[in-house]
């Protein structure tokens, strides 16, 4: 289990322009067969091509805020993403913070802009894109769709904003499409082509979601 807990950071690609994919189980690959070919991470490095290298720091039951039982910005693989160098940082994260006990709107609020931040602030300038997570069309992990649905939606985008940086919101992209689900939570290999396609498309200067 501490593989899947503790996973060392996987490289894709070895080119000179540097992504750092950041999150949670969404990011990391859960439930994948092969999460080296079919994490959306992999496979928005071969969209890339050879000039990129793409590493994904996601980590599986993660959450945002600092008082929750795995808090992501206590990990390893955190600080590894801070010290990678990127020239892109792409974050996805605050599923698993819709928990009933973990749920603060406000200090969702502020520790996401400072998180934000951090990235923003580091030493190689990264480019910063927010990801609003996808549908959870189950309830059997504990996480609440609503909470998604009504506030992620809406303080995610906001702080994009207010911060300038392009952002895609994933819930109504995603919204009943079951075909994109495994599990009722993590992504099939279908649905991480969709968020690997979409993410690409931003980053090569298409329009936001």
Do not use: C
């Not at 994009?160 to 499409?177: H, I, Q, S």
């Amino acid at each position: 289990m501490s593989d899947i807990m503790y996973p060392e950071v996987m490289t894709i690609g070895s080119g000179a322009i540097k992504v750092a994919t950041v999150g949670d189980s969404l990011t990391y690959g859960y439930g994948l067969e092969n999460r080296e070919r079919d994490a959306y991470p992999s496979i928005l490095a071969e969209k890339l091509g050879h000039h990129y290298q793409v590493l994904n720091f996601g980590l599986s039951g993660r959450s945002l805020q600092s008082t929750t039982d795995y808090p992501y910005l206590q990990e390893k693989n955190a600080q590894l993403s801070f010290e990678s160098e990127a020239d892109i940082v792409i974050i996805m994260i605050g599923s698993n913070d819709s928990r009933g006990p973990y749920w603060n709107k406000e200090r969702f609020i502020r520790e996401y802009g400072e998180m934000v931040d951090r990235y923003l602030e580091m030493p190689s300038q990264p480019d910063v894109y927010l990801m609003v997570p996808p549908y959870v069309p189950t309830s059997r992990f504990g996480l609440n769709n609503e909470i998604v649905r009504t506030e992620l939606q809406e303080i995610i985008p906001r702080i994009a904003k207010e911060k300038g940086l392009d952002w895609v919101n994933f819930y109504p992209l995603t919204e009943g499409r079951l075909e994109y689900y495994s599990d009722g939570l993590h992504l099939t290999p279908l649905g991480n082509q969709f968020v690997a396609e979409t993410i690409h498309a931003v980053i090569m200067g298409a329009s936001p979601k």
